[in-house]
């Protein structure tokens, strides 16, 4: 067989590849430039000059921040070349109903069934409050509460995401939210999309806003007309998304400065070559999407790439995967399983499938991963639509230090003080103290006046 796909080969048994790897490693930061050509393209049309991303979401949440919804109007026309008018943005309840009502009742029941599964999931974790009485007279608790509203990017540029529907508005039902908006691009596969329409209605999701990029970002964080703020924005999107979160981060929450979606595969000699191929793939498809195998086999490199190849050639998408794979992926032949663990640990991914023979035994060192996919069975698709954990997960490398999505991000944390009499001069000693040596004498007065007065 011919190859032509051009993915990068790395040999850790050569001198240059440690630079090769930090090349890679850097496109795939949060401040790597992962923007498709069609997105660069806009870019220059629409603002007239190659800024940086930066610098286009800085301009457009400014604008919103000003302008309101005349500025998300504006630049949906410019930039999804859609014309709407104010009374155009929310989809009608009529048109979710008739959505639901015309729906393939298969497809119903689909998405019944992920969401009992996600339901399932995320309420088994939720936080619990919290009560303790550590010393007599002394009560301390932890309570919890769900945030009032979230706003939901959904994406629909390249694809229908319906399962991105589920794994962000359930675990927010989990925790017993009670407004979600959700917010998708005024496209074929976004909010005219019947499919994830008739989604949205199953669910009960009654907010749907035919708008998307750092303009839907924008109108959530700050609120305009027809819009009402929201109190967290969550989901996954393009670099323009990501970066618009991160712009207006504490205006409100957010989940994560999310980038484009990843993979890295871990296998050994007992890995299927055709199943590594089809996950590289599945990422890459998302175009873009970075793919990277981590193997200590020598000739898995060759056969994953002949795989590739094969399957590149009869998949509907293979030219969108072909262009990521050849951007962002990458085959590594490691010198041994450690180096590729170590690896692995620094790329700090979003998906990580360990395809071994025994993966649990390399689990206890892999560090860093938003989400671990064990075994040769388990493709990260798997997690993508129907398995019950958030498939919205921390990517380029932030996996050092944020998770993903979970019920427990739509929950507020306040701590419960509690104390009587008894308790409160069994602590006082140490408050005087303390008090004294920070030079805060009301804070020690309202101590001592407290336990110089009669019980009350």
């Not at 508005?169 to 917010?183: D, F």
């Not at 199943?275 to 175009?287: G, K, M, N, V, W």
């Not at 701590?415 to 069994?426: F, H, N, Q, T, Y």
Request: aromatic letters at 4%.
């Amino acid at each position: 067989m011919t190859l032509t796909l051009k993915i990068r080969r790395i040999d850790c048994t050569r001198e240059d590849a440690r630079e090769a790897i930090s090349v890679l490693r850097n496109e795939l930061s949060p401040k790597g430039n992962v923007v498709s050509p069609e997105g660069k393209a806009r870019t220059v049309a629409v603002f007239g000059e190659p800024l940086s991303p930066e610098q286009v979401v800085e301009r457009i949440c400014g604008e919103v921040a000003s302008r309101g919804l005349a500025a998300v109007l504006d630049y949906t026309r410019k930039l999804d070349k859609a014309e709407l008018t104010p009374d155009q943005v929310r989809v009608p309840a009529a048109e979710l109903e008739a959505a639901h009502r015309n729906a393939d009742p298969e497809y119903l029941k689909t998405i019944a069934r992920v969401r009992e599964n996600v339901l399932t999931y995320q309420r088994a974790i939720l936080s619990r409050d919290v009560r303790i009485e550590p010393q007599p007279g002394v009560m301390l608790g932890l309570r919890y509460l769900p945030l009032r509203r979230v706003g939901v990017c959904i994406p629909g540029g390249a694809a229908a995401y319906p399962s991105t529907l589920l794994m962000t508005v359930v675990p927010a039902q989990a925790a017993g939210v009670s407004e979600i908006a959700v917010v998708v691009p005024p496209t074929r596969f976004g909010g005219y999309n019947v499919e994830l329409l008739a989604a949205c209605h199953e669910l009960g999701v009654t907010e749907v806003y035919r708008v998307g990029g750092a303009q839907a970002v924008a109108a959530l964080a700050y609120g305009v007309e027809g819009i009402p703020a929201v109190d967290k924005i969550v989901g996954p999107g393009n670099l323009f998304v990501a970066l618009a979160k991160k712009h207006v981060y504490g205006e409100v929450d957010i989940d994560s400065i999310a980038g484009p979606s990843e993979v890295v595969l871990i296998a050994d000699a007992s890995a299927d070559p055709r199943f590594i191929a089809s996950d590289l793939i599945s990422q890459a498809e998302h175009s873009p999407g970075a793919s990277i195998m981590l193997t200590w086999e020598p000739s898995l490199v060759d056969d994953v790439a002949s795989a590739l190849e094969t399957q590149l050639g009869h998949l509907s998408r293979g030219d969108l995967a072909r262009d990521s794979l050849e951007r962002f992926g990458a085959l590594i032949r490691c010198r041994d399983e450690s180096q590729a663990v170590e690896l692995s640990n620094q790329f700090a991914p979003e998906h990580l499938h360990v395809s071994t023979a025994d993966p649990d035994r390399l689990l206890p060192r892999l560090t860093n991963a938003g989400a671990v996919f064990l075994g040769h069975y388990t493709p990260v698709a798997v997690g993508d639509y129907a398995a019950g954990p958030s498939h919205v997960l921390p990517t380029s490398g932030t996996a050092r230090w944020a998770s993903g999505l979970s019920a427990n991000d739509f929950l507020r944390r306040s701590s419960l003080i509690s104390v009587d009499r008894r308790g409160l001069a069994g602590l006082a000693p140490e408050i005087r103290r303390l008090a004294d040596v920070e030079g805060l004498s009301a804070h020690r007065y309202s101590i001592d006046v407290r336990l110089q007065e009669p019980n009350r």
